[in-house]
């Protein structure tokens, strides 16, 4: 059973930093493509980051509103994926997912579900 657990949420001001973690358990793939989404109330889930990790190398793909904000990584190790999250604004307030074994994010857009597996979520508040 694969399983996903975020953890790191909670309350920030303006231009503070907040660590998002997400173990995984049950799925193990060379290949594979990673993720954190989020949805903010009354707004449709948006893709914030996603890590696609092969062997001998990886690549990381951010939504425009989080670049140079926002950094996702990946230990393989110890199946987890991160997002550090820098000079955060109220507008990124939001419940943040992580997910696994997700497409390419170029095709989101048509896609029901981009990724195959989601955690529950970690809620992020920022206050102005």
């Known amino acids: 059973q694969v399983q996903l657990v975020e953890s790191g949420g909670g309350s920030v001001q303006t231009g503070g930093s907040l660590r998002l973690s997400c173990a995984v358990s049950g799925y193990t793939r060379l290949s594979n493509r990673m993720g954190w989404f989020r949805r903010a109330p009354g707004k449709e889930r948006e893709a914030v980051a996603t890590?696609?990790?092969?062997?001998?190398?990886?690549?990381?793909w951010y939504n425009d509103s989080v670049k140079g904000r926002f950094i996702i990584s990946q230990d393989n190790a110890k199946n987890t994926v991160s997002l550090q999250m820098n000079g955060l604004k109220p507008e990124d307030t939001a419940m943040y997912y992580c997910?696994?074994?997700?497409?390419?994010?170029?095709?989101?857009?048509?896609?029901?579900?981009?990724?195959?597996?989601w955690g529950q979520g970690t809620q992020v508040t920022v206050s102005s």
């Open positions: 997910a696994t074994d997700c497409a390419n994010p170029t095709v989101f857009r048509v896609l029901d579900e981009p990724c195959a597996y």
């Open positions: 890590i696609y990790t092969y062997p001998g190398g990886g690549t990381s």
